[in-house]
């Protein structure tokens, strides 16, 4: 096997783990007005048999953003968002079960944004999130 050959597999696969790490958390698109990202309530619902159920988590995505946010449903009115970012050196997270991981240097995070295992050591963005009855507004400034 060539060297070539060697990183393609590898890059392959790493892009594989990326996939999984977030394999089973729905990715919505976000609206934005300006520095408001709008998230309709229903993006956390499921409905089989025509029983509904909720989402613990979304990913919001929107072509303007650099980053993702992670929006976690705590209950039908409290709703905590989070800035996919690591606060270490930047880099994009990723869901991990019930924490955010970062791959470039393995820091964890909590569903609160706080360091669980560095080397980050500081939190990462927490947005101010307000609801009504069918719209998460996430306040990005």
Not at 9 to 14: E, P, S
Not at 29 to 45: D, M, N, Q, R, Y
Not at 76 to 83: E, K, P, R, S, V
């Given at each position: 096997?060539?060297?070539q ?13 990326v ?41 919001v ?60 050591t ?14 998460i ?5």
């Amino acid at each position: 096997m060539n060297r070539q050959h060697f990183l393609t597999l590898i890059g392959a696969g790493c892009a594989g783990l990326v996939l999984g790490a977030c394999s089973g958390v729905r990715a919505v698109t976000g609206i934005l007005a300006g520095k408001v990202l709008e998230v309709p309530t229903s993006a956390f619902e499921s409905t089989s048999s025509g029983v509904t159920t909720y989402e613990q988590m979304v990913i919001v995505h929107h072509d303007e953003l650099r980053y993702y946010v992670c929006v976690i449903r705590r209950s039908a009115t409290d709703y905590t968002a989070l800035l996919m970012r690591c606060s270490h050196q930047g880099a994009s997270l990723q869901v991990a079960g019930d924490r955010l991981h970062c791959p470039a240097h393995g820091s964890e995070f909590g569903l609160d944004g706080a360091v669980l295992h560095g080397p980050a050591t500081t939190a990462i963005t927490q947005f101010p999130v307000s609801v009504d009855r069918s719209t998460i507004r996430i306040q990005l400034s």
